[in-house]
């Protein structure tokens, strides 16, 4: 059987695996396999690992869950999608880190977004920018009921989906610290606007599976917050392992709706 050329599976070897946890760095994908393993007491294995695609099978229940990295950014994120779609997925969920900017979310937070703003430009190759970045509601009402099955605090509101983690998320710490002119005051703007965070994939999992008429949803933990220039490994490790175990605990009621 012949495989998808960037994450080397076929349909045999996700074994009818109808949902794919996305967290973005590929080392993230064998915490998440793990856990979801433990708290559903099943398996997990490697499947590939493929330049930034790193793949592991696990399961709940009766069901089979795939978790697939997709390196940051649209461009390998849309590649991830396109080819888990191919395979077959029909669920998809970013599990991944942001950085908060409103001030009363807090590190160790989770966001679940509910749509996002599309800054960036993958999307725009499956959708033009009119086209809304949403969340699938059962998708969004199943993270929302798994961060409260584990008494997790969470926020639901618009994301900020940024191609750049520097200009484009306003930071000044940058090489040359200069921002772009259409990017200077953005984030004043944003929540003006109640965007809760800025991250750089939502936008393109939730346009993409929307438009091909798919489920997607988001939900990451904070790792940092405005005017916080340095992400502590402190505040990494609250931000992911909070966010790795909503999802994990979400699984029992994304499963439920096919």
């Known amino acids: 059987m012949k495989n998808v050329y960037h994450l080397d599976l076929n349909a045999e070897k996700i074994q009818g695996a109808k949902i794919a946890l996305l967290p973005g760095d590929p080392f993230r994908s064998q915490t998440i396999a793990e856990t979801v393993a433990r708290t559903y007491k099943t398996d997990c294995v490697k499947l590939a690992w493929k330049r930034e695609f790193c793949t592991y099978l696990t399961g709940i229940k009766n069901q089979r869950i795939l978790v697939t990295s997709t390196g940051i950014g649209g461009p390998s994120t849309s590649i991830a999608i396109d080819e888990l779609a191919q395979l077959g997925i029909t669920t998809f969920i970013r ?35 009119e086209y809304p970045a949403v969340a699938h509601h059962e ?75 798919l489920r997607g949803g988001c939900v990451t933990g904070v790792v940092n917050k405005q005017n916080m220039q340095d992400i502590s490994a402190e505040s990494l490790k609250s931000g992911e392992e909070t966010v790795v175990h909503v999802a994990a605990a979400a699984l029992d009621y994304v499963s439920a709706i096919g």
């Open 95 to 129: 599990v991944g880190t942001t950085r908060a900017i409103q001030e009363y979310i807090d590190i160790g937070d989770v966001v679940i977004t509910s749509g996002s703003v599309r800054l960036d430009g993958a999307s725009t190759h499956y959708a033009p920018i």
């Open 139 to 213: 998708v969004l009402n199943a993270l929302i009921s798994g961060a409260k099955k584990i008494n997790a605090r969470y926020h639901v509101g618009v994301t900020a989906s940024s191609d750049t983690f520097y200009s484009g998320e306003e930071r000044q710490d940058s090489f040359n610290k200069y921002i772009l002119r259409k990017f200077q005051g953005s984030t004043a703007e944003w929540q003006k606007l109640h965007v809760l965070n800025y991250e750089m994939e939502s936008s393109t999992v939730l346009t993409l599976t929307a438009s091909m008429g």
